[in-house]
């Protein structure tokens, strides 16, 4: 779940609207993050307001409240031993004779993890990115003020197996901010405020989600609860075979079959599908749903959320590319693939890039988004089936949207908030969860605009106007769509047409292993095949698969002749 997200297809607005603020109306009392040090100073919170006591009369704290949670205890479960097992066999795999040159094209996610783990295997990666930026779907620029604006609304869960293994790897734990295991919905019947579903420490999965469930009484009554559950159990007894089936149904048609109740759609399901996917539920897979259901609801820790302290390109993707290269490996930017140029025998003889240099290798990645693979494929090989699948699958647009208001907003939570509104997907105040973002005195809004489809091509100004009018309903004592009471200091806008890709029925069968048919040519990216679809998890995953694949062929890759030399001795004699 990208929250919640390419690279040469983002479009990104730095228009800004700036406002005479009014004055502060907002008393802070205290903020704090619980354990951390925030703006140079240790701060804490009194243990009242964290047990939910009533404050001393005449005592006026705000709601929101900055509070961190511990690390929750992943290292012991099988998901994270088995992610750490893979990582290990990069540095335990016999060290190469010569080290393979490995071209990797794109810097998201999927390209730093495959030049991250290639380099643990021994051999040299070069990273290519087209622009100037990390981060692929996970990119973020600093304005003229200094504030960071994102390409998505990121959050780390427990579910993310790989990603917690790689922040471990790169000693940078400390830099993921561990939010209440709850989750937030706001009230769509009831403006302003919010159901809640909350996971209790004490109990283990599946039960502590069970009791989260069933301790929810605003938005499923008991019947609709019962039926949703016996609509489940095929899923809970089938496995992940059952799951992998459910692939051809939409959640609508799936939910027709196991005669769930619509409402279980209208107060559930809208919520998931377009946090998971930025689709609603008559478009979205039931595959994806079940499984991050099955995540969420077999792991004690599962379901639980994080946010990143700070900007992913520094926060995240520097440290990996710190790590590349103290190993060898290197990382370019402004770097865009124009052409993948063949030999003979249609393998890759190498790439050209747009400013017209020639990049060789040993092996070749393509770790894009599907949309960009599409346009680098080379005539000769579409036709081959391994890419001619690749046409079923297409990148979903999606747009973030950044506010930053005159006062500190107060109706709002320390975590991701799901709207449930027909415009946008989920939400955060970011001055309260990112330390980064930290301001006392003023709040910012990130939310995801989704479905965006019919929103992408609008102006800017058309789609705060938008987004106004939602807010109205989730802050109806504090945000006016007509700015007259919260006012807009300013604003970014970021479209992404071609996001994560769009997870539709009868997709499964489309998604490429990370190793093609042309030998010396592999791909990455969360579109490709592995068990955590289109997420920040799943584009992790691919890219160690990738590094996998290549290492296990290396005997094959470093007997390859080098064709541009033998062409050349050809055309010499």
Not at 382 to 408: A, C, Q, S, T
């Amino acid at each position: 779940m990208d929250t919640i997200g390419c690279v040469s297809a983002v479009a990104s607005s730095r228009s800004v609207h700036v406002r005479n603020p009014c004055d502060l109306r907002t008393s802070v009392r205290s903020w704090a993050f619980r354990g951390s040090d925030c703006m140079g100073y240790r701060l804490a919170t009194p243990n009242s307001w964290i047990m939910g006591k009533r404050p001393r009369c005449g005592f006026d704290p705000l709601k929101v409240v900055c509070v961190d949670y511990p690390r929750p205890e992943l290292d012991n479960t099988a998901n994270f031993l088995e992610a750490a097992y893979l990582s290990s066999t990069f540095h335990t795999s016999p060290r190469p004779n010569k080290p393979l040159t490995v071209v990797v094209a794109g810097a998201g996610l999927a390209g730093l993890s495959t030049a991250k783990y290639l380099a643990d295997a021994g051999h040299k990666p070069i990273l290519l990115e087209a622009r100037d930026v990390l981060g692929g779907k996970v990119a973020a620029w600093k304005d003229s003020d200094g504030d960071w604006y994102e390409t998505g609304l990121h959050i780390f869960f427990g579910a993310y197996p790989n990603i917690q293994n790689l922040f471990g790897e790169l000693g940078i734990n400390d830099r993921l901010q561990w939010k209440e295991h709850s989750m937030i919905f706001a009230m769509p019947n009831k403006p302003g405020e919010f159901s809640r579903f909350d996971f209790p420490e004490v109990l283990p999965a599946p039960l502590n989600g069970i009791w989260a469930i069933l301790k929810n009484s605003e938005m499923l009554t008991w019947p609709e609860k019962v039926r949703f559950a016996i609509g489940l159990l095929p899923a809970m007894v089938g496995g992940q075979p059952y799951v992998e089936a459910q692939d051809g149904l939409t959640v609508k048609e799936w939910m027709k079959k196991q005669g769930v109740p619509d409402r279980v759609n209208e107060e559930v399901f809208i919520a998931m599908s377009k946090a998971l996917n930025f689709i609603n539920p008559d478009e979205l897979s039931m595959q994806c749903i079940l499984i991050a259901l099955n995540r969420f609801l077999q792991e004690k820790h599962g379901s639980k959320m994080a946010f990143l302290d700070g900007s992913p390109p520094e926060r995240l993707c520097m440290p990996i590319v710190d790590y590349i290269q103290s190993l060898g490996g290197e990382v370019r930017l402004n770097s865009r693939i124009q052409k993948i140029e063949l030999n003979n025998d249609k393998t890759v003889k190498h790439f050209v890039l747009a400013n017209g240099n020639i990049i060789k290798g040993d092996v070749y990645v393509i770790a894009a988004p599907v949309d960009i693979v599409k346009l680098l494929l080379p005539q000769e090989w579409k036709e081959i089936p391994y890419f001619k699948r690749l046409e079923k699958l297409v990148g979903v647009p999606v747009i973030n949207v950044h506010i930053w208001f005159d006062r500190k907003l107060k109706n709002t939570y320390d975590h991701l908030l799901f709207s449930r509104s027909s415009l946008l997907s989920v939400y955060a105040d970011m001055s309260v969860t990112c330390k980064e973002y930290f301001d006392p005195n003023r709040s910012m809004l990130e939310l995801v605009f989704a479905p965006a489809e019919e929103w992408i091509a609008r102006s800017d100004a058309e789609i705060i106007e938008a987004t106004m009018k939602e807010l109205a309903k989730l802050f109806p004592d504090e945000i006016a769509a007509d700015q007259s009471r919260a006012k807009i200091l300013k604003y970014h806008v970021v479209k992404t047409p071609r996001s994560v890709y769009k997870t539709v029925p009868n997709c499964e069968p489309c998604r490429p292993l990370q190793r093609s048919p042309i030998e010396g040519f592999y791909l990455a990216g969360d579109y490709t095949k592995q068990k955590y679809l289109a997420s920040m998890e799943g584009a992790v995953l691919s890219g160690k698969l990738c590094a996998q694949a290549i290492v296990q062929d290396y005997d094959l890759l470093v007997s390859r002749p080098n064709k541009t030399q033998q062409l050349q001795v050809s055309q010499a004699v």
